[in-house]
T-cell receptor, first 113, second 112 residues
Framework: GENVEQHPSTLSVQEGDSAVIKCTYSDSASNYFPWYKQELGKRPQLIID?????GEKKDQRIAVTLNKTAKHFSLHITETQPEDSAVYFC????????????FGKGTKLSVIP | NAGVTQTPKFQVLKTGQSMTLQCAQDMNHNSMYWYRQDPGMGLRLIYYSASEGTTDKGEVPNGYNVSRLNKREFSLRLESAAPSQTSVYFC???????????FGDGTRLSIL
């Protein structure tokens, strides 16, 4: 099955700086890569996703890049704000008709005011 | 629009007791999922239902059963709870494979 590695496990940045979280996946045929944000005690919420036919996607201060050759994808948050503090999870959907998302173990982002 | 609703929000059980976690969605989604979340482990898929009338095992199905009651509802049952099943359980739904999954607020389950 798919295996997703996520780094770093914790990340602290100063307010206004950029944050980058990286994930690698094992199944070269995986074709859907969502990112979720989870605030303490809350549900995971989708913040951005990308499909394998696209190399980059941007939504205001958030962007995701995908490198299919290297089998890795990254989340970029620019101009970080204290409300960006949360745990972020990447995931990959297995190939074919699979319904399974395999999640990384999460990155705890702390934005220091 | 409630999205995905889970009940109960909290539960404490004794080892060996049984319990059913309920999940309902109002987005007319075809697919529904049950995950467990443990510290440092991310989200792991227990079971999923691609469409009404079908269920399949995920990564960690042992000790659990599921029922897709209708298109809206997908329940998770623990027949004989064990301390290792102490976790936060999330239900999610999506229109189909490869579409965004929407999560409920979770059920925090402790087994003593």
């Amino acid at each position: 099955g798919e295996n997703v590695e996520q780094h770093p496990s914790t990340l602290s940045v100063q307010e206004g700086d950029s944050a980058v979280i990286k994930c690698t996946y094992s199944d070269s045929a995986s074709n859907y890569f969502p990112w979720y944000k989870q605030e303490l005690g809350k549900r995971p919420q989708l913040i951005i996703d990308i499909r394998s036919n696209v190399g980059e996607k941007k939504d205001q201060r958030i962007a995701v890049t995908l490198n299919k050759t290297a089998k890795h994808f990254s989340l970029h948050i620019t101009e970080t704000q204290p409300e960006d503090s949360a745990v972020y999870f990447c995931a990959a959907k297995e190939s074919g008709g699979s319904y399974q998302l395999t999640f990384g173990k999460g990155t705890k982002l702390s934005v220091i005011p | 629009n409630a999205g995905v609703t889970q009940t109960p929000k909290f539960q404490v059980l004794k080892t060996g007791q049984s319990m059913t976690l309920q999940c309902a969605q109002d987005m007319n989604h075809n697919s529904m999922y049950w995950y467990r979340q443990d510290p440092g482990m991310g989200l792991r898929l227990i079971y999923y239902s691609a469409s009404e009338g079908t269920t399949d095992k995920g990564e960690v199905p042992n000790g659990y059963n599921v029922s897709r009651l209708n298109k809206r509802e997908f329940s998770l049952r623990l027949e004989s709870a064990a301390p290792s099943q102490t976790s936060v359980y999330f239900c999610a739904s999506s229109d189909k494979a490869g579409q965004p999954q929407h999560f409920g607020d979770g059920t925090r389950l402790s087994i003593l």
